[in-house]
């Protein structure tokens, strides 16, 4: 299976993966220090999240609904009295 391989594990090539998801990952596994560590899963976070807007925008432009057709019309109803 194709992908890039880390420490003996085969990350697969996700299709829709966001930009700069990988490097973040290399970063933070490499990161010793907590505080650079939080900042980079900040990071990681804020791209999940712009990704998941994108990714839900295209979603409801592909799932609009058709117009609606004009209504028959109709021939007024004649009021019997």
């Known amino acids: 299976m ?11 090539d996700l299709p829709d993966e966001p930009e700069g998801w990988r490097e973040l990952q290399k970063r933070a596994r490499n990161e010793p220090d907590p505080r650079k560590l939080e900042a980079i899963i900040a990071e990681m ?22 117009p609606a057709s ?5 021939k007024p109803r004649s009021n019997p009295e």
Do not use: M, Q
């Open 70 to 74: 004009p209504p028959d019309k109709a």
């Open 2 to 12: 194709p992908g890039s391989k880390d420490g003996g594990i085969e990350w697969p």
């Open 45 to 66: 976070n804020e791209l999940l999240s712009e990704h998941e807007k994108r990714a839900a925008a295209r979603a409801t432009a592909n799932e609009a609904p058709e």
